[in-house]
Structures are given as structure tokens and as C-alpha cells.
């Protein structure tokens, strides 16, 4: 079979043919939707299908007959296995969708026409195969009717040929399109074709879902409320395929990125397996990276900054097994950034953050491998010649020192070890566990949660409370209670209420919920509200506990805010915007907020920043938000379109999803304002309502990330009063005013420093004649003289300056066994000599261990210095009295 009997074409002319192809027929082109997805039991995007859920479950519909999109994905399922020539953790999805809008007899019509068509793909039709699931007679007739004989259609199980996004939900019979790329790369045996298991002969590029029905836990499968289209295309694979390469790292976009490790690492691509494996892991990992960061996700110990963490480091590593030196990533985002950059235009406008967060993380990741190769050797070392690793040691370093096991195994092979992996293997099952019990469960997320539920049956709550703390009127829908949805509730029950409308602000962008009463119309009932959350489908929950009478729904209530603590909450939110516009000034534009907490008595404001911020700035920082204050700007909001909104200098939150109409809070009406942001929390009115702003404490969160605490308004006046009452208590116990309070310190220091010198050298006996006495005492030998004495209250540094003391006044050959009682009650001895006076016999080591048994302790050391320790003190007298006898038995 000919190898170039069709066309050839690149990435970006397959993406844009593939989608404005779709939407020629009608679909609607959506852009891709973050990484990052909406449905919170979701850890990352990782089909196109995931930013539909709610138009396959009706929840919302769609005016045009299905949409288009080209979606980022990131599959992680087994990180580690990825490397081979097949396997990528980001890669682009192509895919059409219907929620009712066309048919599969459509889908099956276009696709065929999409791969066959000289004006498309112009794929040859003899080397398309096509699979249904076993039972799926229609789809067999539909591809027939295009053309396909029926040899090239073959029906196939549930395992390949039925898609469910999870164990319940939507889910149907899928058909998946086969490309054969020739006899020449199959295995041969005679079941061999789409979907064998033993070669790679036949390349499945699109999976065709009809997803028609709705799974429930007890197996049961109700047809959907209508049929739908769920189709996805690999973009790698099938510009391999129009490329007439075999692998998906063969083609145009993934070689551009690995010439960037051949350029940097002097290795050919196709010379050596295990240095393309490498080459492999860094193009794919480093694409990866450059895009979760893209989207607003940090490296960390956890989730979705987890997976992040996990292949910046393998990229690292296997950078540095092919011999790059020191840092490198960033030419990989420069060659992402050229060659995506246009049609993902997040990675350009990030390009610095991104750049910035990669390598403070790659220099750390550098001198933890340094850290780890070291605590690999010292374990080595203490191993037995020809003695196995134990697996424990090898997880704990993968684990916390994230040292790769592969390196390991070659650092102990360099000395003879072998490491124990069915133990290492153990550990890492049981972490892999752990990880499950949060990981990307499904596609569908949570779809039997009892909020997604609920979200099918009522529409997002409306939010009334901008301008309002109190609604009259608002009706009870629904009670959940233990997760489940109840019928009533009364006194004592705790409760989350669904109202129909609400001046409550649910917890949301950092800003915390309202808390207030729910009272019943004519006193039927009242529930304290203690917290407000947010749910699926933009249903919020007023959680509280009744207090008196009993609600169900139907129920019409008073639903009021309290609404000093929102005040305060509304203070402290404009607070945070005028600092994120004060910490762009001060510190620079790469300053983006990666987290906050807005609450009645504290604001909290994370923000992406690679070094501590100095006092200096944050008393700038502190000084352009107070200006601001006292400015008295007022607060301005605005309901605009998103493009209008970012044209007019609104800043977004980085990795933050809006709608097509945003709400954009300003300070003051100028068209250059010191703050505009897209936000949807509540705000003061005039920017003087804060009153006063100050920050409380700057510390690193992360290791990209600083923190910031800050009070106003009430907060401020409390902090600023507990701060002068300690003031005022220093003072008085100073017995000075507070201004000079820091003088008298330093004095009370100076005055300290002072007598403890003064008590140190009258300890030690210097400069009040202590040591000529001790010298006069010594004991006369017969080649040197030896002082044994007792000096109470030093410590063993003080009986070694006592001996230097000795040593530099006497005029002889000399030696010392000196003793001490500690301030703490306990004992040191110290024995110690001149060469003379070793050369003439004096060992201290030798003789301090002997003394060491009188004191309770143990001691040694050399012949000319020597030290013991003990706890018993009463001791010390025999001890001097053993060392008088011993040296002139000695002697
Ligand atoms: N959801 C299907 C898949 O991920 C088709 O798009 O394969």
C-alpha cells in the first residue's frame, strides 16, 4: 500500500478545517474551556464533552443544532507510563456535539464526508475501518450508506466500543474510525484488525458517541430526554496520520518541540531509544506545564497543583538524564508559545508568569535532586556490600524528596545495590490509593450529588442582595438535610434552605458567606443562618438551624442579612482590590492574585511573587491604598461584555472563567481609576467607608506565592488599639513614657551585657588575680606543673577560656584539670595541656575518662585536650582529688 496516496497536511490546517467545517453544518464554534473545569469533583478537563455536561442533562439548552470546539486535555490516569511513543498527558481533542439538534444518521454522514472528502482530510476510503458496538445494527447501515463495504465494518464489546463518561449517567454506543497504515506494520495472525491488541497496524483517530441513555445505580438505562452527539478526534494523532507518520509525537507540532531537546542536548531523535524516551517525556510534560499554568494552576502538594508539580519534575529529570545543565524550561515555553500561542492566547499573555513559576520551580526541584542524591549516599554507605535498598527508603526518597526511582536504581547500581521494589511497588500501590479517593473520578463529576439534582429541577438562585439586606417574599423550594432532600424541618434540625431569591451572598471568590434569619410570614417559623454556600447549577444553600416553628417548602419568608457583619465583609473586598492595584504599582505587573479570603474581621490576599516584600514596599503599598481611602473615590459597578471590559483595562483573575457579560467594579469614575476589576462580590459604596487600611503581616505562602493579612474600618481601629495598650504596658513596666520606651531597652540591654561579663570573668577568675592564684596552687612535677581546680557557674566554653587563660600566664610547661557546677547543676570537667607537657607524659583523654566515672558521665578526646560531662554533681571533689592523686602516682 502506497504511503503517499492522500494528502498531507499540518496541525493548525486540520484544526481549522475540522472546525469551520462543523460550522458550516450549523454547529456553533465554542472556544476551548479551561483545564481548570467548572464541575468542582472534576480535578482537570479531560474530554470535550466536559464543558457540555449540562446541556446533556437539559439543564441548559442550546439555540443552534450542536457545537464545535477544540478542546485542551490533560489525561493523567498513569503519568508515569507516559513517554512511549503513543501516550500523551496534553493534547488537543477535535470534537462536534448535538444535545438533540442532529442525528446520528448526520454525525455518521459528516464525519465521513469530513475524513473522505479531497477538500478535507481526503483520507483513501479502502484504508478506513470502522467499529460499532456489537448490538448497533443502525450504525452498521448508516456507514454502509456512505460507501463503506462491510468488510470494513466490525462490531466490537462493551470495553471498546461502549463510552460512559462514569458508573451512572448519560452514556451510549460508540463508533470509532480506524486507519490502516499498512500490512507492513501488523502482527500477522489472522484475527488482526481494528482494535487488535498485539500491533499497531490499525490507528483509531474518532470516537463517535451516541450518548443515549441515562445509567442509574441499579443498572437500569432509560433512554436520555433526547439522543445526543459526542464526538472526539486526537488532533496529535490524526496530524500524524495526514503527515503519514505512525506515532503522534511524529508529527509537526511535537517534533518542533522535540528539536528543542536535540538542540539543547546534542542527542539525535531515532538514535537511542531510552535518550528519545527522554525527549518524548520533556516535550510532552513541558507542553503540559506551560498550559496548566496557562490556566491558572500553581505548583503544590496537592490536586490539580499536584499532577503540575509531578511532570514539571519529570520533565526536569529526564532533561537532566539526557545531560541538560541547570534550568531550561523556558525554551520550551518560548517553542509552545510560538507555535500555540495564536490559537491559545492565554499562554502569550502569561508567558511571564509562566516563565517565572517554571523556573523558581526548576531550580528548587534542582537542589532537591542535589539534596536527595546525597541522603541516597549516605544511606548507601551504610549498606551492607551487596545488600538490597529497602523499598521504604526508596518511596520516602521519591516521596518526599520527589527523587525518581529510575535515578535511584542507577545511583545503587553504581555501588553494587539492587533496590527491593516489590516493597517500593507496595508503598507506591498504597499511595496510589490514598490518591484515588480524590482523584478525577469521572467525567460527570458529581452527577448524583443531591445539589446536581436539585440544579435539574430549579434554576440558579437570583442574587438580590447588591442593594438589598432584607427580602420580603422569598419562597422556600427545597430543604436538604444529611444530604438528602427533606420534606420539613423543625426546631433544633439543622437545615440548608433553597430559596427562590436572596439578598445572602454565597461564599464565593474568596468572599465569605452571609450569615442572618430566615423568619416565616406570620412568625411560622425562623432559622438561623450561619453560613451561605454555593452549589451546582448556581443553587445556594442558606444553611442554618431552626429556632423555633417548623418550615417546609412552599414556606414564604423575611430573608435578612446580618448587615454590620456584611458591611464589614464589603470594606474588606474593596480592601483587596486596592491592594492587588497598590501591589501592581509597587511590585510590577507580574503581581496576579492566586488566592483571598475576604472576611467581616480580616482580609487575607495571595499573589503570585518570587521573593519576601520588603518593609519599605509594603509601607508604599499600605501608603497608595490609604491614599485611596482618604480620597473617598466612590465605587462604581458596571454590567458590560467581556471584551468591552478587558478594553477598558478591567483586570480578571488569573485562571478565572467569566461569562460573556461580566460585572466590573472601579474606584471613581475617571476612565484610568487606581482600580477596575471583573467581580462579583459586594463592595463598599465609597472607597472612604474603609476608613483606614493596614497590613498586618507579609509571609510566603507556597513557592510562588506571598501572603498578605490586612484590617480596615473596625479591624484596623482594633488591631491599632491592642497594638498601643501592649505599648502602654511595655512602658509602664519600663517605668518610662512610651516614646521612650525603645531607649530604655537598649539600656536595660547595654546594662545586662554588661554585668554578664563582669560575672563571667569573675567566674573564670580573669583580671581579679584568679588565675595567678590557680597557678600558684598547681601541683609541682617533674617536667611541668599541673592546676587542678573547681570554678562553680561556668559552663564547658568557660572552663576552656580559664585554660587559655592559664596557659598564657604561665612561664612553664603546663596542664589543667579544671571542674565545674553549671548554672543548670550539672558538671563539666575539662583536661587539658601543652605539647610540653603532653610530651612529658600528661594524657588528657586518658585521664578524663577516669575522672568521668566520679561525676555520672562520660567523656574523651585527646591527648592535649580532653572534656566529660555528668550529672552528679557531689561528685566533683573526689573526681579533683582522683586527678591530684593520679598525676603524682604518674609521676
Ligand atoms: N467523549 C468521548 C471521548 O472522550 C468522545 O469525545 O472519547
Given at each position: 500500500m502506497s504511503t503517499a496516496d492522500y494528502k498531507t497536511m499540518t496541525t493548525a490546517q486540520i484544526r481549522e478545517d475540522f472546525l469551520s467545517f462543523f460550522e458550516s453544518k450549523g454547529c456553533k464554534l465554542y472556544p476551548s474551556s479551561s483545564l481548570?473545569?467548572?464541575?468542582?469533583?472534576?480535578?482537570?478537563?479531560?474530554?470535550?464533552m466536559n464543558q457540555f455536561k449540562e446541556y446533556y442533562q437539559g439543564i441548559k439548552t442550546m439555540a443552534e443544532i450542536g457545537a464545535c470546539s477544540c478542546q485542551k486535555c490533560l489525561r493523567t490516569?498513569?503519568?508515569?507510563?507516559?513517554?512511549?511513543?503513543t501516550h500523551l498527558s496534553f493534547f488537543e481533542m477535535l470534537g462536534n456535539f448535538s444535545f438533540g439538534g442532529y442525528s446520528k444518521a448526520d454525525a455518521i454522514a459528516w464525519a465521513y464526508d469530513f475524513i473522505t472528502n479531497p477538500d478535507h482530510?481526503?483520507?483513501?476510503?479502502?484504508r478506513l475501518y470502522m467499529t460499532v458496538f456489537e448490538d448497533d445494527d443502525e450504525a452498521i447501515e448508516l456507514w454502509h450508506e456512505q460507501?463503506?463495504?462491510?468488510?470494513?465494518i466490525s462490531r466490537l464489546g462493551a470495553d471498546d466500543n461502549f463510552w460512559a463518561?462514569?458508573?451512572?449517567g448519560p452514556c451510549g454506543p460508540c463508533s470509532e474510525i480506524y486507519f490502516d497504515q499498512g500490512?507492513?506494520?501488523?502482527?500477522?495472525?489472522?484475527?488482526?484488525?481494528?482494535?487488535?491488541?498485539?500491533?499497531?497496524r490499525f490507528l483509531e483517530f474518532w470516537n463517535l458517541v451516541f450518548t443515549q441513555y441515562d445509567r442509574q445505580e441499579d443498572g437500569s438505562m432509560p433512554e436520555l430526554p433526547h439522543r445526543n452527539i459526542d464526538t472526539g478526534m486526537g488532533l496529535e494523532r490524526i496530524a500524524a496520520i495526514m503527515q503519514h507518520k505512525?506515532?503522534?509525537?511524529?508529527g509537526d507540532l511535537l517534533q518542533s518541540l522535540i528539536g528543542v531537546g536535540v538542540r539543547l542536548s546534542g542527542h539525535a531523535y531515532g538514535d537511542n531509544p531510552s535518550a528519545d524516551r527522554s525527549l518524548r517525556i520533556v516535550a510532552d510534560h513541558a507542553r503540559a506545564v506551560t498550559f496548566m499554568i496557562g490556566d491558572g494552576i500553581l505548583p503544590s502538594n496537592e490536586g490539580r497543583g499536584y499532577v503540575l508539580r509531578r511532570l514539571l519534575r519529570r520533565a526536569v529529570y529526564h532533561g537532566r538524564l539526557l545531560?541538560?545543565?541547570?534550568?531550561?524550561?523556558s525554551e520550551y515555553i518560548g517553542e509552545v508559545v510560538r507555535l500555540m500561542g495564536d490559537t491559545y492566547p492565554e499562554i502569550q499573555e502569561n508567558r511571564a508568569l509562566i516563565e517565572g513559576i517554571v523556573h523558581a520551580e526548576e531550580e528548587r526541584f534542582i537542589s532537591t535532586l542535589d539534596a536527595g542524591e546525597k541522603n541516597l549516599l549516605d544511606e548507601l554507605h551504610a549498606?551492607?556490600?551487596?545488600?538490597q535498598l529497602s523499598g521504604e527508603v526508596a518511596f520516602r526518597l521519591h516521596d518526599?524528596?520527589?527523587?525518581p526511582i529510575d535515578l535511584t536504581r542507577e545511583i545503587c547500581a553504581t555501588s553494587g545495590h539492587e533496590v527491593d521494589m516489590d516493597a517500593f511497588n507496595r508503598e507506591m500501590e498504597a499511595q496510589r490509593e490514598r490518591a484515588r479517593a480524590n482523584?478525577?473520578?469521572?467525567?460527570?463529576?458529581?452527577?448524583?450529588d443531591v445539589w446536581v439534582a436539585l440544579s435539574d429541577s430549579y434554576p440558579a438562585t437570583e442574587f438580590c442582595g447588591y442593594d438589598t439586606n432584607e427580602l420580603d417574599g422569598?419562597?422556600?423550594?427545597a430543604l436538604v438535610s444529611d444530604s438528602q432532600v427533606v420534606d420539613g424541618a423543625s426546631v433544633g434540625e439543622e437545615v440548608s434552605v433553597v430559596l427562590d431569591r436572596t439578598p445572602f451572598y454565597a461564599e464565593m471568590g474568596g468572599q465569605v458567606g452571609d450569615t442572618g434569619v430566615l423568619e416565616g410570614i406570620g412568625g411560622a417559623f425562623k432559622i438561623e443562618v450561619r453560613d451561605t454556600k454555593l452549589h451546582a447549577g448556581g443553587i445556594v444553600a442558606h444553611e442554618g438551624v431552626v429556632v423555633q416553628g417548623t418550615v417546609g417548602p412552599g414556606a414564604l419568608c423575611v430573608a435578612a442579612i446580618d448587615v454590620h457583619r456584611r458591611e464589614l465583609i464589603r470594606r474588606n473586598h474593596t480592601a483587596t482590590h486596592l491592594l492587588d492595584a497598590a501591589l501592581k504599582r509597587v511590585l510590577?505587573?507580574?503581581?496576579?492574585?492566586a488566592g483571598s479570603l475576604v472576611a467581616p474581621d480580616r482580609l487575607r490576599f495571595d499573589f503570585t511573587h518570587f521573593e519576601a516584600v520588603t518593609a519599605a514596599e509594603l509601607a508604599e503599598i499600605e501608603k497608595l491604598v490609604n491614599e485611596e481611602i482618604f480620597a473617598a473615590e466612590p465605587i462604581v459597578t458596571q454590567i458590560m461584555g467581556i471584551e468591552e471590559a478587558k478594553a477598558s483595562g478591567a483586570v480578571a483573575l488569573f485562571g478565572e472563567k467569566y461569562g460573556d457579560v461580566v460585572r466590573v467594579v472601579s474606584?471613581?469614575?475617571?476612565?484610568?481609576?487606581f482600580s477596575r476589576e471583573l467581580c462579583g462580590g459586594t463592595h463598599a459604596?465609597?472607597?472612604?467607608?474603609?476608613g483606614l487600611f493596614k497590613i498586618i503581616s507579609e509571609s510566603s505562602v507556597g513557592s510562588n506565592a506571598r501572603r498578605i493579612e490586612a484590617v480596615t474600618s473596625e479591624g484596623a481601629l482594633a488591631y491599632i488599639s491592642e497594638r498601643l495598650t501592649l505599648l502602654d504596658e511595655v512602658a509602664t513596666r519600663l517605668k518610662c513614657r512610651p516614646e521612650d520606651a525603645p531607649a530604655r531597652v537598649d539600656a536595660l540591654h547595654d546594662q545586662a551585657r554588661t554585668a554578664e561579663k563582669k560575672l563571667h570573668e569573675a567566674l573564670t577568675g580573669a583580671n581579679s588575680g584568679g588565675i595567678e592564684e590557680a597557678l600558684a596552687s598547681a601541683i609541682k612535677l617533674a617536667d611541668y606543673d599541673c592546676v587542678v581546680v573547681r570554678r562553680d557557674g561556668l559552663d564547658a566554653k568557660g572552663l576552656r577560656e580559664v585554660w587559655d587563660a592559664i596557659r598564657d600566664k604561665a612561664t612553664g610547661p603546663i596542664a589543667c584539670v579544671l571542674a565545674t557546677k553549671t548554672p543548670e547543676g550539672k558538671v563539666a570537667l575539662l583536661a587539658a595541656a601543652d605539647n610540653k607537657a603532653v610530651d612529658a607524659g600528661f594524657a588528657a583523654g586518658k585521664l578524663i575518662k577516669e575522672l568521668a566515672g566520679y561525676v555520672g558521665g562520660r567523656g574523651g578526646g585527646r591527648p592535649n585536650m580532653a572534656q566529660a560531662g555528668g550529672?552528679?554533681?557531689?561528685?566533683i571533689d573526689e573526681a579533683l582529688a582522683a586527678a591530684r592523686s593520679a598525676l603524682t602516682q604518674d609521676c
Open positions: 481548570v473545569p467548572d464541575d468542582p469533583s472534576l480535578l482537570l478537563t479531560n474530554a470535550g490516569n498513569d503519568i508515569d507510563n507516559i513517554g512511549d511513543a482530510l481526503g483520507l483513501p476510503p479502502e460507501g463503506v463495504p462491510y468488510d470494513h463518561a462514569g458508573p451512572t500490512e507492513e506494520f501488523g502482527c500477522g495472525k489472522p484475527t488482526c484488525g481494528p482494535g487488535c491488541d498485539d500491533c499497531n505512525s506515532t503522534n509525537y511524529d545531560g541538560i545543565e541547570g534550568a531550561f524550561l549498606l551492607e556490600a551487596g545488600a518526599t524528596y520527589g527523587f482523584a478525577n473520578r469521572d467525567a460527570w463529576g458529581a452527577a448524583n422569598a419562597k422556600v423550594l510590577g505587573e507580574h503581581i496576579s492574585q474606584t471613581g469614575e475617571s476612565d484610568m481609576p459604596h465609597s472607597t472612604a467607608e474603609l550529672a552528679n554533681a557531689q561528685g
